[in-house]
């Protein structure tokens, strides 16, 4: 019963193709983000949604289009992938209020070749 | 948000206090002071946080300082289980829900 769970866990796929990331959390949160590491371990925010509207948007490529179906799940579609993509992404959420504590799942190990 | 400054790596010897600091003198009256591992490019795990109070769990204490300025996690009997990247995050309660990682202490337990 994994609070934020991921799929896949590993990705490894050509240049130029379109991708998918899932993520899906149990913990009842309302707000859900997608993190991105990468090869020099830096981890940044992507995307954050809050009750499926987006409420942060860091500068990322328009590749990157995440989508939120329900409050639950928060997906991440890639396309036309990059060598630059190559990295983990991980997937958090919270309940939006001051304290605001973020759970995160084990992430999505992204190769591209 | 405040910018935190911690240092790179530290060792610990098992089974004793691993004190890890943490300064973040530009914080402001309402910004929480909020401590994550990341074991092994696991995704991060939440330890602890705090305003203005000490605090303690089942995991660490956190020691904030009178004037915020500066903190210490504090786990105290680490394990070699402990070994980890360990970030300090400083937020605004009323600013976005963004979390603005730096790059942590590398901290390595010793048997």
């Known amino acids: 019963d994994t609070a934020v769970s991921q799929t896949p866990k590993y990705l490894v796929t050509q240049m130029g193709n379109d991708k998918s990331i899932k993520c899906e959390q149990n913990l009842g949160h309302d707000t859900m983000y997608w993190y991105k590491q990468d090869s020099k371990k830096f981890l940044k925010i992507m995307f954050s949604y809050n009750n499926k509207e987006l409420i942060i948007n860091e500068t990322v490529p328009n590749r990157f289009s995440p989508k939120s179906p329900d409050k639950a799940h928060l997906n991440l579609h890639i396309n036309s992938l990059e060598l630059g993509d190559s990295a983990v992404y991980f997937c958090?959420?919270?309940?939006?209020?001051?304290?605001?504590?973020?759970?995160f799942g084990a992430g999505t190990r992204l190769s591209v070749l | 948000d405040a910018k935190t400054t911690q240092p790179p790596s530290m060792d610990c010897a098992e089974g004793r206090a691993a004190n890890l600091p943490c300064n973040h003198s530009?914080?402001?009256?309402?910004?929480?002071v909020y401590w994550y591992r990341q074991i092994h490019s696991q995704g991060p795990q939440y330890i602890i946080h705090?305003?203005?109070n000490n605090e303690t769990n089942e995991m660490a204490s956190l020691i904030i300082t009178e004037d915020r300025k500066s903190s210490t996690l504090i786990l105290p009997h680490a394990t070699l289980r402990d070994t980890a990247v360990y970030y300090c995050?400083?937020?605004?309660?009323?600013?976005?829900?963004?979390?603005?990682f730096g790059t942590g202490t590398r901290l390595k337990v010793l048997a």
């Open positions: 995050i400083v937020r605004s309660s009323s600013g976005t829900y963004k979390y603005i």
């Open positions: 530009t914080i402001s009256g309402n910004e929480y």
């Open positions: 958090a959420s919270s309940q939006a209020s001051s304290v605001n504590i973020q759970y």
């Open positions: 705090g305003l203005k």
